[in-house]
């Protein structure tokens, strides 16, 4: 049969178990890879992959409010435009912890991650024209100054 090296480079060069010339797959792979990444957000590598939860909701809902603008008017136009309002209203409240009976941050101050919630909305809204851009701008200031009102800093 021969050494133990002979019988580990042979397994090692055996191209059913992944040694040898490289599996198609990976010669694909590596190919793709030195490919420019398909949009901007991938090229910026925001972390948590591609935002936090919070900015992903937020700009989802912001997104419903914008095709609510474009529904005909009458009252399911109405009904979605407000219940979208409603929803990023209370998650502005919670997250800032002023909602009763909310849970609020216990320190001083606001929370330390809505620094990190208004850049992620920031960046999102470079992506965006028009009104898009300007509401999820727009959600970012409501968000900061209800983190330093009074009541939400705890002081």
């Known amino acids: 049969m021969g050494s133990w090296d002979d019988l580990v480079k042979a397994l090692l060069h055996n191209p059913s178990l992944g040694g040898g010339h490289p599996h ?14 398909p949009t901007p957000w991938f090229a910026a590598d925001p972390e948590p992959n591609p935002w936090s939860p919070a900015t992903s909701f937020l700009i989802s809902a912001i997104g419903l409010n914008q095709v609510a603008r474009q529904m005909p008017e009458g009252q399911p136009r109405r ?14 409240d919670d997250w800032c912890g ?11 101050g606001p929370n330390p991650l809505t620094a990190t919630l208004v ?10 024209d028009g009104a898009m851009r300007e509401e999820v701008l727009q959600v970012a200031g409501r968000i900061v100054q209800k983190s330093f009102a009074p009541e939400a800093a705890g002081q």
């Open 24 to 37: 198609h797959l990976r010669a694909h792979l590596a190919a793709r890879a030195s490919e420019p990444p």
């Open 79 to 92: 009904d979605l435009s407000r219940s979208v309002d409603v929803a990023i209203a209370d998650f502005i």
């Open 98 to 108: 002023t909602r009763p009976p909310g849970h609020p941050w216990p320190w001083p």
């Open 119 to 128: 850049s992620e909305l920031g960046v999102a809204a470079q992506s965006f």
